[in-house]
T-cell receptor, first 112, second 114 residues
Framework: NAGVTQTPKFQVLKTGQSMTLQCAQD?????MYWYRQDPGMGLRLIYY???????DKGEVPNGYNVSRLNKREFSLRLESAAPSQTSVYFC???????????FGPGTRLLVL | AQSVTQLDSQVPVFEEAPVELRCNYS??????LFWYVQYPNQGLQLLLK??????LVKGINGFEAEFNKSQTSFHLRKPSVHISDTAEYFC????????????FGTGTRLQVFP
C-alpha cells in the first residue's frame, strides 16, 4: 500500500521552462489537493479536486494548471516557471473533504 | 475568509517537560479544526482533529487539543515530550460548508532538548 506518491522528488528548472508534477493515490479517495510550502508561510492550497472530473482554485492558483486524470491521479503543471515558484510541493488526498488528508513525500522545485 | 494564527514560530523545551502549542482561528461560520505534524524531510500526517462533540480531542503520540469556541482557539498539548517529538506542527481549519479548502497556519517548530 503506497498511499500518496509524487514524482519527481527533485527538479531544477530554468525560468520559462514548463513541467508537470505527478501525483497518484491508491486509497480510492475522492478528493485530491496540491499545496506549496514556503518558509514561514506554512502550506498554501494551490488547487483541489473534490471528485473525478472537477477541479477548483485554492489560495494561490496563479501560474499553475491541474488535471484530474482519473480517480487516482492529479497532476500539477507549471506552463512557464518563475523563480517565485521555487518551493516544496505536496500532493494530498482524502476520502471526502472533512476527513484526514494523507500527504505525499513532496517535490522540491528550484527555478533559476 | 477564515485564517489561522500560530502564535509561536519556535518552541524550545526540555525532554519530559510539558508543552503547549497555541493556535487561534478566525471565522464567521462553523469550522473543523486539525493539527498536523511534519517530521524533517517528510510530508504531513494528522495528529488529531475536531469535527464535533467533546471539545477535548485526543490524538496520536500522547497529544491532545481543546477546542474553545468563545476564544476561537485550538491549542495542542502534551504532558511530557520526547526527543522524537521534535518536528514542525501545523494547525489548520476548514469551513463546515466547504471542507475541501484547508487553511494552514504558518507552523510551530518544536525543538526538544535532552
Amino acid at each position: 500500500n503506497a498511499g500518496v506518491t509524487q514524482t519527481p522528488k527533485f527538479q531544477v528548472l530554468k525560468t520559462g521552462q514548463s513541467m508537470t508534477l505527478q501525483c497518484a493515490q491508491d486509497m480510492n479517495h475522492n478528493s485530491m489537493y496540491w499545496y506549496r510550502q514556503d518558509p514561514g508561510m506554512g502550506l498554501r492550497l494551490i488547487y483541489y479536486s473534490a471528485s473525478e472530473g472537477t477541479t477548483d482554485k485554492g489560495e494561490v492558483p496563479n501560474g499553475y494548471n491541474v488535471s484530474r486524470l482519473n480517480k487516482r491521479e492529479f497532476s500539477l503543471r507549471l506552463e512557464s516557471a518563475a523563480p517565485s515558484q521555487t518551493s516544496v510541493y505536496f500532493c494530498a488526498s482524502s476520502l471526502i473533504g472533512r476527513e484526514t488528508q494523507y500527504f505525499g513525500p513532496g517535490t522540491r522545485l528550484l527555478v533559476l | 475568509a477564515q485564517s489561522v494564527t500560530q502564535l509561536d514560530s519556535q518552541v524550545p523545551v526540555f525532554e519530559e517537560a510539558p508543552v503547549e502549542l497555541r493556535c487561534n482561528y478566525s471565522s464567521s461560520v462553523s469550522v473543523y479544526l486539525f493539527w498536523y505534524v511534519q517530521y524533517p524531510n517528510q510530508g504531513l500526517q494528522l495528529l488529531l482533529k475536531y469535527l464535533s462533540g467533546s471539545t477535548l480531542v485526543k490524538g496520536i503520540n500522547g497529544f491532545e487539543a481543546e477546542f474553545n469556541k468563545s476564544q476561537t482557539s485550538f491549542h495542542l498539548r502534551k504532558p511530557s515530550v520526547h526527543i522524537s517529538d521534535t518536528a514542525e506542527y501545523f494547525c489548520a481549519v476548514s469551513l463546515q460548508y466547504n471542507t475541501d479548502k484547508l487553511i494552514f497556519g504558518t507552523g510551530t517548530r518544536l525543538q526538544v532538548f535532552p
